[in-house]
DNA sequence: TGACATTGGTGACGAATTGTTACTAATTCG
DNA sequence: CGAATTAGTAACAATTCGTCACCAATGTCA
């Protein structure tokens, strides 16, 4: 019994997601007349030569009107669940996009994750899985830096991360762990945001990792 | 400027994954006569209506003689990169598998991951995606207990964590912190194996677990 | 049979990390 | 000016972690 490959037909699902609204947000377009549901994730068939992420890329682009810097793929999908242009297989893509960037494109909107439309069933559970991966992926990965514009306050940082773990962190807590991390640093600019004391801007810049094995953890599990 | 599907080529790669040969090791099936590479990944197409799962579990269990009981998707590449099939696109997937469990399958073999023979491109990228994805899961996950057989030693546990972290443990800080996790129950069987004093076997049950919410962990980037 | 090597298992101490409280600093509002 | 509000930090207490030291139970071998 030989192996085989087998002809199908493929699509590429994005999940743009943005701090907005006041919580994490997707963007949807909307979808044509005559579709079963009013709204979809942005998506297309990759091109010939085309890399999927590529392909994410200017999917993106088309709704968002700019370039996320990041994209990770949550998984694919090959289950029969309906499709908006009946692929058999599709391949979700998470792209992650600080709140300041992007037009306002005609026909895109953002939806909180937790107010969302009705979707086809294929892209409701790409959404549950990006969300997912993103989240459980936070603290391996500079994942909410991605969220932010280059240079951002310490209070801006910690609000995207509430907004990932969905809870609310300790103030000193959270600064005395990025400071022991090295992974921002401080510019000599200021930002006066309304009331209150003006705060320092930071941006991302990630120093050399000493190797500060630590034992296992057997806390961190989700499953 | 509308979206629509494409017509590709189609194959699910499968990484089985087990502690064998002292390492973790991966199984490969011999390449039929004529093929560039010698081996490769066990790999097929998704049958009409099979999951990617079910697909995997079905190519596992062709190569294996037995199904693995934990798969995981590592990616899915479609950048050219040559397939032993020519399949356009390649879903990877890992497969965790016990070291007692598989039978002697012919023209399938054991290769430690740091001693692999030549494989096709593709396919090397996801022997290398499959190994970090397991990596990085390790302490996210409960793997480690997925390459044990259902009852095991404590000893054997952390000799599984060794193998996929590639480094010793301390004894005492292991158990300590297995002990506050709840994961597992001690059986009353206890194993003597050659000399030194008999260990008790336990069985993977993790209880349910208590909210401690942490702080936020900048210390666990891997990138 | 009795040392000794070998592997399993645990108590306890000091060091490091973390959660929290409470404070100071710099700004806007009235 | 004082109250309110947001930024930032010192310092203490509680907890966790790395390590050392030890005891337990078995096989090996003189």
Redesign the interface.
Known sequence: ???????????VDVVVLSPRLEALAVLLVRA?AGARERWSL??????A?E??EDAASR?AR?ALGAAPAFFE?V??????RRHP?????S?GIAALAPAEVGAKIEDAEWFALSALPSLAPRHRIIVDRAAAVVR?R?????LAFRLLAPTFTLSELQGV?ELL?G?R??KA??RR??Q??Y?VEPTDEWRSEGRGRPAQLFHYA?RK?RG????????????
Chains 1, 2 share one sequence.
Request: aromatic share 8%; no cysteine; hydrophobic share 40%.
């Open positions: 019994m030989k192996p085989s490959v087998r002809r199908t037909t493929l699509a044509p942005p998506w297309d068939a990759p091109q030569g890399g999927l999917i088309a793929q998984g694919t999908v090959a289950d029969g242009g009946e692929a058999d297989v391949v459980q936070v603290d391996q990965s500079p991360y773990l809870r962190l300790h807590s959270f762990a990025l022991a991390s992974l990630p990792r500060a094995r630590r034992g296992v953890r057997f806390d961190l599990f989700t499953e």
